[in-house]
């Protein structure tokens, strides 16, 4: 397991110097949000907001489609409008079923996008879709096994490209060392986690955003001087490495926090929060156990595929906990300057 723990770090060095010269992405998990609210019978207000991590001019156009719909209030169509913007649209009949599509200018940075359509009566409809999607039929109605669609794959695709998240779980995987002590390592931080995104998503308990993001960059910063200690010979016996399970289910509590936050930015349909709540929380644990399960399947190839590894293994070992450190270092200081 020793060397598995090393060639997991290697794995990663490269990733982590990657996320270093490009923090903003590190865990800029909120989608495009679009809403479509119908304001008479056959009129209609589109509005957006996108998430600013985009060049000026490079957000995308949000059109509404439908050859019987038509912008009403003088905008033009097919050009990107800003990262906040709305438009007016007039449509020949009433309740058409129309599309929404995003243009982007040149190609989409993996940003999903949630659609959000308020019919003059009944609840909301909510439709949350994947990067590689850029036009959206709008449905009228929105069954169960939608709802667990949606926010399963919202939950893979949050834990998948939220960086900072899997290096945590990358650490806790280096510090566990043994098969037995790794499944009971991860299996507390999901417990932990699973209670404060279901507090945070219900209401019944917060933290303020920028303050929950700062802790999760300091989680790993910590873990981070654990390992390298312990590679010294200096932490043997530190509270981390005699029970990693308790550190996981304190840091897994923390983590939960940060996972709510994309939720609340997605919304909760109102007939089906705790359906929506479940499914999300099912979305993390498969995208965890997907990358898990990546880094162990990439540790079997490469002991047998390439012996310099395991000869340099400590150099490497080294070469990534360092720069797991200076990442989660760099994102400790960002963030602070955001909570200051």
Request: proline residues 6%; hydrophobic residues 50%.
């Amino acid at each position: 397991m020793r060397l598995a723990v090393n060639l997991i770090a290697g794995f990663f060095a490269f990733l982590t110097v990657t996320v270093f010269v490009t923090p903003a992405f590190s865990d800029e998990a909120r989608p495009v949000y679009v809403e479509i609210a119908q304001q008479a019978e056959t009129e209609y207000l589109l509005k957006w907001k996108i998430p600013p991590v985009m060049p000026a001019g490079q957000e995308p156009a949000v059109e509404l489609r439908h050859q019987g719909c038509g912008l009403s209030d003088g905008s033009v169509g097919g050009r990107p409008a800003g990262l906040v913007g709305k438009k007016r649209y007039s449509c020949s009949q009433p309740n058409p079923t129309f599309s929404i599509e995003l243009i982007y200018p040149r190609s989409n940075p993996a940003l999903t996008s949630l659609i959000v359509y308020k019919p003059l009566d009944g609840e909301p409809l909510q439709i949350f879709s994947g990067p590689e999607k850029t036009l959206v039929e709008l449905p009228l109605a929105s069954s169960a096994s939608a709802v667990a669609k949606q926010y399963t794959v919202a939950g893979i695709e949050h834990i998948l490209i939220g960086t900072d998240h899997l290096l945590f779980v990358l650490c806790l995987m280096m510090i566990a060392g043994t098969f037995k002590r790794l499944v009971l390592t991860v299996t507390g931080f999901t417990l932990a986690h699973s209670v404060t995104l279901s507090l945070a998503t219900l209401d019944i308990f917060r933290l303020p955003t920028e303050l929950v993001e700062l802790l999760i960059a300091l989680s790993i910063l910590l873990l981070a001087v654990e390992i390298v200690k312990h590679r010294r010979g200096g932490s043997a016996e530190s509270f981390t490495w005699r029970y990693p399970v308790s550190v996981s289910v304190v840091f897994g509590l923390l983590h939960g926090f940060g996972f709510a936050v994309v939720l609340q930015e997605l919304g909760l349909p109102g007939s089906m929060k705790v359906q929506a709540l479940l499914f999300f929380n099912i979305g993390v644990e498969l995208g965890q156990l997907a990358f898990i399960a990546a880094v162990l399947l990439l540790v079997f190839i490469a002991t047998r595929l390439v012996p310099l590894i395991g000869r340099h293994q400590v150099r490497v070992g080294d070469i990534a906990v360092y720069a797991i450190g200076v990442c989660s270092a760099y994102w400790l200081i960002e963030r602070a300057g955001a909570v200051l």
